[in-house]
């Protein structure tokens, strides 16, 4: 039963689905299978029937301390917001060192426009682990909203050192460099994004700026205008003006 369950996460979310529907058939008491078919919901955006299999699977083990995180980011996607913060300080009480628990919960707090209630969580998911760039790229985005953009490069590019392959994470640091005329690096960055975007892996789109891309076509073509003209001319134009129009 360990290897059925335990195979399906590579595998596209329907039959990772029905992997773990096998799983539980063999064995109905598989706390972690029913949990991570919960993830391969959420992963689909069935968030309700998420949810169901969470419940499920803490009906087998009430201490299962994952599955009441995820539980608590399904209940967020459905914006209910006072469940999620139940579900993921009841993980949290369960395993006061998870460090994705944490993580998860200064994401709640960014998604709710409240950045340093969001970088109070994300501190502790790195002080757990402090290897943790995606908590750490949290935080410098956070940083941002704040407008303390000198300690969010800092974080973003130490996020960077640990893990380049975050979704945006180049596209990040150097609009926020840009912000404030940081200028110093910029080349290497440069060349990065110029590689991503012939790879065309999403590596560009600013934190500020994403909302105004319609799609990752748009956002490829823009981007390339702007790392030509933000490269070659220190009095770059705003990506809003590229991009909104097009």
Not at 104 to 131: H, R, V, Y
Not at 183 to 207: C, D, H, M, N, T
Request: hydrophobic share 40%.
């Amino acid at each position: 039963v360990t290897g059925v369950q335990t195979c399906a996460l590579p595998i596209c979310y329907e039959e990772a689905i029905n992997c773990y529907c096998l799983a539980t058939s063999i064995n109905s008491n598989y706390a972690e299978a029913y949990s991570n078919k919960g993830n391969a919901m959420q992963k689909l955006a069935l968030y309700q029937k998420a949810i169901d299999c969470y419940e499920k699977a803490l009906q087998k083990q009430a201490d299962l301390y994952s599955a009441w995180a995820h539980m608590g980011m399904a209940f967020h996607k459905l914006k209910k917001y006072s469940d999620a913060f139940f579900c993921i300080d009841k993980a949290l009480d369960l395993s006061p060192s998870y460090s994705e628990g944490w993580a998860l919960k200064g994401l709640f707090f960014f998604w709710l426009d409240n950045p340093q209630k969001s970088i109070e969580c994300t501190d502790k998911a790195i002080q757990f682990n402090p290897t943790y760039a995606e908590a750490m790229a949290d935080k410098a985005a956070s940083l941002v909203k704040l407008n303390r953009y000198e300690e969010a490069i800092f974080w973003f590019e130490k996020a960077f050192q640990l893990n380049p392959n975050i979704d945006f994470l180049l596209g990040h640091i150097v609009d926020t460099k840009l912000k404030i005329g940081q200028w110093s690096g910029l080349e290497k960055y440069r060349q990065l994004i110029v590689k991503g975007l012939e790879s065309e892996k999403k590596v560009i789109a600013p934190f500020v700026t994403l909302s105004m891309f319609d799609s990752l076509q748009v956002n490829l073509k823009a981007a390339k205008i702007f790392v030509k003209a933000t490269i070659a001319n220190k009095n770059y134009l705003p990506l809003e003006t590229v991009t909104r129009n097009k």
